[in-house]
């Protein structure tokens, strides 16, 4: 059984670009969350896709999207980048919608924006 | 304004010693989540409590949820360098928004 696996682990980009962070859930499970944690905060949600439709979305602005796949995996796409977006963004995967089961997180990407 | 708060921020002690870690809000939490997060990995969790008053033991590590489901704790007895890491609580409100609440953090590092 595979983890949850995520795509790339570091990247740079400038001010203005635009950004698309992979996420390959665990096997079976069919809900994926997004967080951002900047240097030294606890993970802030983004939002959750359950079953490729999004299913809640934290305090971040529309330039955040998303999409999940019909295999579960997810995108995180963030256009007209901000120096604050710098930040690891993780993704949780969990075999059912909600929080009160556990997530299952990557090791991040890790994304610095310049 | 994050709506939990982790305290202390920082804790650097001795292997051997006791130590509790608090994480707290003015917000009721329909359960609440303790992870471990260690550099360059994503948190991993380490216990879910969804009673007030609700009490969980992992090994060394002892996990309570606030009578009123506002506040937890996490001690850790005989603390040892394995336990080196940022733990990070998080709150379920329960209203169905799939929106996980994480604290501040508590970065702990044990030395041997």
């Known amino acids: 059984e595979t983890g949850v696996t995520q795509s790339p682990t570091h990247l740079i980009k400038t001010r203005g670009q635009q950004v698309t962070l992979r996420c390959s859930s665990q096997?079976?499970?069919?809900?994926v969350s997004w967080y951002q944690q900047a240097l030294g905060q606890g993970p802030q949600f983004i939002f959750q896709?359950?079953?490729?439709?999004?299913?809640g979305r934290g305090n971040f602005p529309p330039r955040f999207s998303g999409l999940q796949f019909p295999n579960y995996s997810s995108e995180l796409n963030v256009n007209a980048l901000e120096l604050d977006d710098s930040a690891l963004y993780l993704c949780?995967?969990?075999?059912?919608?909600?929080?009160?089961?556990?997530?299952?997180f990557g090791e991040g990407s890790r994304l610095t924006v310049l | 304004t994050q709506l939990l708060e982790q305290s202390p921020q920082f804790l650097s002690i001795q292997e051997g010693e006791n130590l509790t870690v608090y994480c707290n809000s003015s917000?009721?939490?329909?359960?609440l989540q303790w992870y471990r997060q260690e550099p360059g990995e994503g948190p991993v969790l380490l216990v879910t409590?969804?009673?007030?008053?609700e009490v969980k033991k992992l090994k060394r590590l002892t996990f309570q949820f606030g009578d009123a489901r506002k506040d937890s704790s996490l001690h850790i007895t005989a603390a040892q360098p394995g336990d080196t890491g940022l733990y990070l609580c998080?709150?379920?409100?329960?209203?169905?928004?799939?929106?996980?609440?994480f604290g501040t953090g508590t970065r702990l590092t044990v030395i041997p």
């Open positions: 917000s009721v939490f329909s359960s």
């Open positions: 096997s079976g499970h069919n809900t």
């Open positions: 998080a709150g379920d409100m329960g209203t169905g928004a799939n929106n996980l609440f």
């Open positions: 949780a995967s969990s075999p059912r919608r909600g929080h009160t089961g556990e997530l299952f």
């Open positions: 896709y359950y079953r490729e439709e999004e299913n």
């Open positions: 409590v969804v009673t007030g008053g």
